[in-house]
């Protein structure tokens, strides 16, 4: 894969989309017109899953919700990810398979082994070659939330704490990834993240 693959992750409210878009707008300005994609979603039936999964009223099993994620990831990965890599492109994703690790494993309490077998099928090997993850306590990130609360929100506090802990863990486990602490002010984590992905651009990973 000749592309550079830039992944965000952390707590419903963390402030990834606010990076994200900065960084994005910094790459622009640089010439580079990265592909921008979210899960659950960025693609038609990923968007369709996304409603299922976060819009709709209906519960549903932990299994069957992380069926609906990977089956978005699979179509976001084989339709829109690889094809960009392989063409040499920048792609920027607001979450790849680390938050099913996080949500489906430490929040919902499924199988580490599982989720990743899942998730190695559905991302057909791609593996991020940056991820960001910001961590913010999970009052913060929900004192920050101006809309309603989709079905993942409103998992409630002990939920969240758990996702938290868990991002926390995965960014210790995972080569390649950058915990931040999400508390900063948005312009002085856009300058920690423009560094890393600098060196990521001059081969320093
Ligand atoms: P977003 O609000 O950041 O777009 O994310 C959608 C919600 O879906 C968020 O609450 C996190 C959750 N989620 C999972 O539970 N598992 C996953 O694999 C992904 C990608 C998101």
């Known amino acids: 894969m000749k592309g550079v693959f830039i992944v965000f992750e952390g707590i419903d409210g963390c ?24 899960e659950p979603g960025g693609t038609p039936v990923g968007e369709q899953i996304r409603q299922i999964l976060l819009d709709r009223p209906f519960e549903m099993e932990p299994l069957t ?22 063409a040499g492109q920048v792609v920027l994703a607001d979450r790849f398979a680390m938050a099913s690790l996080a949500y489906q494993s430490y929040g919902r309490g499924l199988d580490f082994t599982l989720v990743q077998r899942f998730n190695r099928i559905a991302t057909d090997g791609i593996e991020p070659s940056l991820t960001i993850i910001l961590d913010v306590p999970v009052e913060i990130a929900f004192a920050r939330k ?60």
């Open 15 to 38: 402030g990834k989309s606010t990076q994200l878009q900065a960084l994005s707008e910094r790459l622009q300005s640089y010439g580079i017109e990265p592909v921008v994609v979210r």
């Open 65 to 86: 919700e992380l069926f609906l994620y990977e089956a978005s990831r699979s179509e976001l990965t084989r339709t829109i990810i690889r094809p960009a890599l392989a």
């Open 146 to 205: 101006r809309r309603a609360f989709d079905r993942l929100e409103r998992a409630g506090p002990q939920f969240h704490e758990r996702v938290r802990q868990g991002y926390r863990e995965l960014a210790h486990q995972t080569p390649r990834s950058l915990l931040l602490d999400g508390t900063r002010p948005p312009a002085e984590l856009a300058e920690q993240i423009w560094t890393a992905v600098q060196s990521l651009f001059q081969g320093g990973g």
